[in-house]
């Protein structure tokens, strides 16, 4: 029964992790823009993320060490500082970008604009990491957050032509807008594949105390909760396709995005639309302050553990502290939490390699998974997967420039 339970790791991180502001936006402006042609690029995103995410899992049960340790002893504490740069600053500006999804999700239930939101949302935020335990994040988060099931209600309402969508998920390019069309594709992908997600999820192991019995529950909780994660991303974009790309609409702004349901759901689409903003974005800030966290402690080897009092693991604790008090600082001064949503997620699959590359000879080296390392299959998926990180890098920065 434990080991059913621990499937809640799989829809935070899913929840939380893939569908929160960076998923539904980028979903969002693809399927304004160009109807379903984009589908394609979270269907594979979402495949490149269930092995990434196993492969997390797999390594913390077996080795008993996260990504952070095991790449940290592998390949020493220079090489683990230049990456815990270019990860720290990503999911910070992830960080932002969640915490004015919580405060434009209260602006609509409330009236009261996002800035006057963002310091008592980060203290809410705040509270429930020095209160709570992993458990109650995890399980927690992962109930509140299945009110997102509501995009998958609305893409159902309004009917879609199926043969349309499963077109799409082989990828074709537009008559016009090729740029924007390679900037949303590179943004969809750097919000699914995003590596914060990863380190969590082998933190969250051994948290929850994982051990070899769980490495065929760990392939079922990767694959169930990110391929939810993947279709209810989908299943936004389908939504935005059919009831904002006829009125024109771009999905440049929150309010924009605030009327994706209203055509399915006319009479709770508004606010359905709110609360899943609310409690996924709020998941997503909880996952990502602890990811940050959980880097620092983990390559500086500090104490660290969720489930303990802050006064056991202080410099833990002090991380995640300063990390969201200072998150809410841009929101305080009116800077758009799209503009840093667009912005967090073509830097993520710029620094898409600094991740997956030493990851892919960790999950290949005999010392930590022995009989459990990457077979053939899973190498060969990876392998496209770091092929896929260095063109991200590569033309990320110019589709931002051009397309963003």
């Known amino acids: 029964m434990k080991k059913i339970l621990q499937i809640t790791l799989g829809i935070i991180t899913s929840v939380g992790g893939f569908l929160e502001i960076g998923s539904v936006t980028t979903a969002a402006q693809a399927g304004a823009l160009f109807g379903f042609q984009l589908l394609w690029a979270i269907a594979l995103g979402t495949i490149c993320l269930i092995f990434l995410v196993e492969m997390?899992?797999?390594?913390?049960?077996?080795?008993?060490?996260t990504i952070v340790d095991a790449m940290r002893?592998?390949?020493?504490?220079?090489?683990?500082?230049?990456?815990?740069?270019?990860?720290?600053?990503?999911?910070?500006?992830?960080?932002?970008?969640?915490?004015?999804?919580?405060?434009?999700a209260l602006q609509?239930?409330?009236?009261?604009?996002?800035?006057?939101?963002?310091?008592?949302?980060?203290?809410?935020?705040?509270?429930?990491?020095?209160?709570?335990?992993?458990?109650?994040?995890?399980?927690?988060?992962?109930?509140?957050?299945?009110?997102?099931?509501?995009?998958a209600v609305a893409a159902w309402k309004l009917n879609p032509d199926w043969s349309s969508v499963g077109a799409s998920l082989l990828p074709t390019l537009p008559e016009q807008d090729k740029v924007k069309y390679g900037y949303l594709a590179v943004s969809i992908l750097g919000a699914s594949i995003s590596p914060y997600l990863m380190y969590f999820y082998s933190s969250g192991a051994i948290e929850d105390e994982w051990d070899r019995s769980y490495i065929a529950m760990n392939r079922v909780i990767a694959g169930f909760g990110m391929t939810l994660g993947g279709v209810l991303s989908i299943c936004v974009l389908i939504?935005?396709?059919?009831?904002?790309?006829?009125?024109?609409?771009?999905?440049?702004?929150?309010?924009?995005?605030?009327?994706?349901?209203?055509?399915?759901?006319?009479?709770?689409?508004?606010?359905?639309?709110?609360?899943?903003?609310?409690?996924?974005?709020?998941?997503?800030?909880?996952?990502?302050?602890?990811?940050?966290?959980?880097?620092?402690?983990q390559g500086f080897n500090w104490n660290w553990s969720e489930n303990l009092e802050p006064s056991k693991n202080a410099r833990f604790a002090f991380v995640y502290t300063i990390i969201i008090l200072v998150s809410a600082v841009p929101l305080m001064l009116h800077v758009d939490?799209?503009?840093?949503?667009?912005?967090?997620?073509?830097?993520?699959?710029?620094?898409?390699?600094?991740?997956?590359?030493?990851?892919?000879f960790l999950m290949n080296d005999p010392i930590y998974l022995g009989k459990y390392r990457n077979g053939w299959i899973t190498n060969s998926v990876v392998g496209i997967v770091v092929l896929i990180s260095f063109v991200l890098a590569i033309i990320s920065i110019p589709?931002?420039?051009?397309?963003?």
């Open 108 to 151: 609509i239930l409330s009236g009261l604009g996002f800035p006057l939101w963002a310091l008592p949302v980060s203290l809410v935020v705040w509270l429930m990491m020095w209160k709570g335990t992993f458990s109650l994040i995890e399980n927690g988060a992962s109930l509140l957050g299945l009110v997102t099931i509501s995009f």
């Open 399 to 404: 589709l931002q420039i051009f397309g963003g």
């Open 56 to 65: 997390s899992g797999r390594l913390a049960a077996v080795s008993k060490h």
């Open 239 to 297: 939504v935005a396709a059919i009831a904002l790309r006829p009125k024109g609409v771009q999905v440049d702004t929150f309010p924009q995005a605030a009327l994706l349901m209203t055509t399915a759901l006319p009479r709770w689409g508004f606010y359905l639309f709110a609360f899943s903003m609310l409690f996924a974005c709020f998941g997503a800030a909880l996952e990502i302050s602890l990811a940050i966290a959980y880097f620092f402690a």
């Open 73 to 104: 002893e592998r390949f020493g504490f220079p090489f683990f500082f230049f990456v815990l740069i270019g990860m720290v600053l990503v999911a910070f500006l992830v960080l932002i970008a969640e915490l004015g999804g919580i405060g434009f």
């Open 337 to 360: 939490p799209i503009r840093v949503t667009m912005l967090a997620m073509a830097l993520t699959s710029a620094t898409l390699p600094l991740a997956i590359v030493p990851f892919l």
